[in-house]
């Protein structure tokens, strides 16, 4: 069947969770107790060891099969707009991600500021931290960078709704 990669993760992450189910319920039935003088065979839970193991290898190969499907999608397909593929943007992303964080961080600084000490290390000197760079430079790298950043996650977005891959799961 054709999915988009959007729809492939879904259908992972369901998999997965019917895969979690199956083996909660196997530990869950595949032992119990019994109190001495009571019939183990009227608390026996209905349990079919064979069957459980069939259905967890089938959800297992069906898991591996999406699985390396996205995975062969994601070095192969190539995000319009940018040279990279679509492993590449799951790094370039978080990358953007973090450096966006970090400019937001220098660019809310103001050129001198008195630090604030907490009241046990305080020693009476004020002490003052002054910035080493262009505030506005910053600022302007960081429009820049969040920019990018909308620009990336739009084109993945667009690419995992529409781009059709091949599951034979």
Not at 74 to 85: H, Y
Not at 125 to 152: Q, R, S
Request: aromatic content about 8%; proline content about 3%.
């Amino acid at each position: 069947m054709k999915y988009t990669s959007s729809e492939a993760n879904k259908l992972l992450r369901r998999l997965n969770e019917e895969r979690d189910a199956v083996l909660a319920k196997e530990q869950k039935c595949s032992t119990f107790l019994a109190a001495m003088g009571e019939d183990p065979e009227s608390l026996r839970p209905q349990y079919d060891y064979a069957a459980v193991q069939n259905t967890l290898e089938m959800l297992n190969r069906k898991i591996r099969t999406v699985k390396h499907a996205i995975s062969q999608f994601n070095l192969t397909q190539t995000v319009p707009g940018f040279d990279m593929t679509v492993d590449q943007m799951l790094v370039y992303i978080p990358q953007l991600t973090a450096r966006k964080k970090k400019l937001a961080v220098m660019k809310g600084r103001l050129p001198k500021q008195r630090k604030i000490e907490d009241r046990f290390g305080h020693t009476g000197v004020i002490d003052y931290v002054y910035t080493n760079y262009d505030i506005k430079a910053v600022e302007a790298d960081y429009h820049t960078v969040a920019d990018e950043l909308a620009k990336a996650q739009a084109a993945l977005d667009t690419l995992n709704n529409t781009v059709l891959m091949e599951i034979d799961a």
